[in-house]
């Protein structure tokens, strides 16, 4: 880089405590992300093995429901902290986050669960016919990309576009325009 291109440039500056507190939060956000995780793994495992579910998912495809429940989990441990940080932490770029909009994304986040835990189950029926490995397989990757659709879907036409609409990369700023 040369010295023209950083002298236009503001210095940001951080103090020491600012960096603890970032890296507090940000290590509590990966905690929660990972405890969510799990918690959801923990109760999908207790309703498909002798629990309600145990009748329509198949031995091979349960662990479709645990790869289901890591996204689940791992999702809305990592969002909850982060929406609500966004509402108590603010500046100038970026302001605060009210409790509609905070409310709106949490439902976001929930709906986009219930999502991700259909298309586990779907995947799971799979295991009628296909042995445990190649079902764990196929949810990882069906799980993994199952945000594509929802990223289709024209949001704002529901009066979701903050929330879903974001999938597209369109901010609700260029969305009024």
């Known amino acids: 880089m040369?010295?023209?291109?950083e002298a236009g440039r503001p210095e940001a500056r951080r103090s020491?405590?600012?960096?603890?507190?970032?890296?507090?939060?940000?290590?509590?956000?990966l905690a929660t992300?990972?405890?969510?995780?799990?918690?959801?793994?923990?109760?999908?495992?207790?309703?498909?093995?002798p629990g309600p579910l145990s009748g329509v998912v198949p031995d091979n495809g349960n662990n479709a429901l645990v790869v289901g429940g890591i996204a689940v989990g791992g999702l809305t441990g990592l969002?909850?902290?982060v929406i609500l940080f966004g509402m108590v932490r603010g500046n100038e770029n970026t302001p605060r986050v009210g409790p509609g909009a905070a409310a709106r994304k949490v439902l976001t986040v929930l709906?986009?669960?219930?999502?991700?835990?259909?298309?586990a189950f779907l995947v799971a029926q799979l295991g009628w016919f296909l042995p445990a490995r190649l079902t764990t397989v196929v949810a990882v990757f069906v799980v993994g990309f199952g945000w594509?659709?929802?990223?289709?879907?024209?949001?704002?036409?529901?009066?979701?576009?903050?929330?879903?609409?974001?999938?597209?990369g369109r901010s609700a700023s260029r969305q009024a325009k």
């Open 16 to 29: 020491a405590a600012g960096n603890v507190a970032f890296g507090a939060g940000a290590l509590l956000v």
């Open 79 to 81: 969002m909850l902290p």
């Open 111 to 119: 709906v986009f669960d219930v999502w991700l835990l259909l298309v």
């Open 148 to 168: 594509m659709p929802l990223a289709m879907v024209p949001w704002e036409r529901f009066g979701l576009g903050e929330g879903f609409g974001k999938l597209r």
């Open 33 to 49: 992300a990972v405890l969510g995780a799990f918690a959801a793994v923990a109760l999908l495992g207790r309703t498909v093995d």
């Open 2 to 5: 040369s010295a023209e291109s």
